[in-house]
């Protein structure tokens, strides 16, 4: 997965001040590395958008208003 081939290039996310933010801060940092990015329903794999992996992007605003309208987004 998308951690560990950050984790075999070195790169680790920014510790969270609080574990609930840790996805957002993981998929910030993703997104500022180009990475595209979607949001999961909590606990599931399924996509947290009406368009699944089709909405994955990189603009920080969206990935911002994901996470922060559902932290427990994965």
């Known amino acids: 997965g998308n951690h560990e ?3 075999c ?7 969270p001040k609080k574990p609930e ?7 910030l940092q993703y997104a500022a590395l180009g990475w ?7 606990g599931q ?5 009406p368009n699944g992996f089709k909405d994955a ?5 969206t990935v911002r208003r994901w996470w922060t ?3 427990l987004f994965n």
């Open 5 to 7: 081939t950050a984790a």
């Open 9 to 15: 290039l070195g790169y680790k996310p920014d510790a």
């Open 21 to 27: 933010e840790f996805e957002l801060r993981a998929a």
């Open 36 to 42: 595209h990015v979607f949001p999961h329903a909590a």
């Open 45 to 49: 794999k399924k996509p947290a958008t």
């Open 57 to 61: 992007t990189t603009h920080e605003a």
């Open 69 to 71: 309208t559902n932290p």
